[in-house]
């Protein structure tokens, strides 16, 4: 999603009716300002959004357009997360969570990265995630979407990863950021899951 979003806009939602909301957009990463119009999440039998839309709830979205319409990214509503005071909330469904424990004989992966995920109460509703500083998220989304890319394979699988970025520059931020770090884990490992 940080990748290929058309539009990446963090706001308050000021209006709603039955089929849209509009987002005063208070920061983008894309460039975008003013108000946008976006189509909601609808509820269907494999997911459903945490809490019904209300104005006042300020989102950070990765956006794109289907049927004229923008929406957020991913048939799960993955690419809505809440904003509470300084904190955005991730998605479960959007990173990597830890694996079931390994048998005794087996033992995980050294090099495995994964996110320990919540349950929080949101805006009324319980949101599965984790909890993220938002001016370190920004940072680290503006990092990915500068320094990594890929296109889409015949079966939407992502293929011809590039890094676009100097590689101390991608040390340091490895270093500083797990979700940078785990970004170029998944473009430069050797082996498949």
């Known amino acids: 999603m940080v990748i290929k979003a058309e539009k990446i806009v963090f706001g308050t939602i000021i ?8 987002l005063n957009i208070e920061g983008s990463l894309t460039s975008d300002s003013g108000t946008l119009k976006i189509a909601k999440f609808h509820d269907w039998s494999c ?12 989102l950070f979205l990765f956006l794109t357009t289907w049927n004229d319409e923008l929406i957020s990214m991913s048939g799960g509503n993955e690419g809505e997360h809440p904003i509470v005071n300084n904190s955005v909330y ?11 424990p390994p048998s005794p004989e087996k033992k995980w992966r ?4 994964y996110f320990e995920t919540e349950h929080f109460d949101i805006y009324g509703g319980e949101y599965f995630g984790i909890q ?8 680290a989304v503006s990092f990915i979407r500068n320094c990594f890319n890929f ?3 015949r079966y939407q699988e992502r293929t011809n ?3 676009k970025c100097d590689n101390s520059e991608l040390e340091r931020m490895c270093e500083e950021s797990k979700l940078v770090n ?12």
């Open 15 to 22: 209006e709603l009716d039955s089929n849209y909301f509009t």
């Open 47 to 58: 997911a459903v959004r945490w809490t019904e839309y209300k104005v006042g709830q300020r």
């Open 90 to 100: 991730i998605h479960g469904f959007s990173i990597p969570i830890p694996p079931p």
């Open 110 to 113: 050294k090099d495995l990265i």
């Open 132 to 139: 993220w500083n938002l001016s370190e998220f920004i940072e």
């Open 151 to 153: 296109t889409y394979g």
């Open 161 to 163: 990863w590039q890094i």
């Open 182 to 193: 785990w970004v170029n884990y998944e473009v430069t490992r050797k082996y498949e899951r």
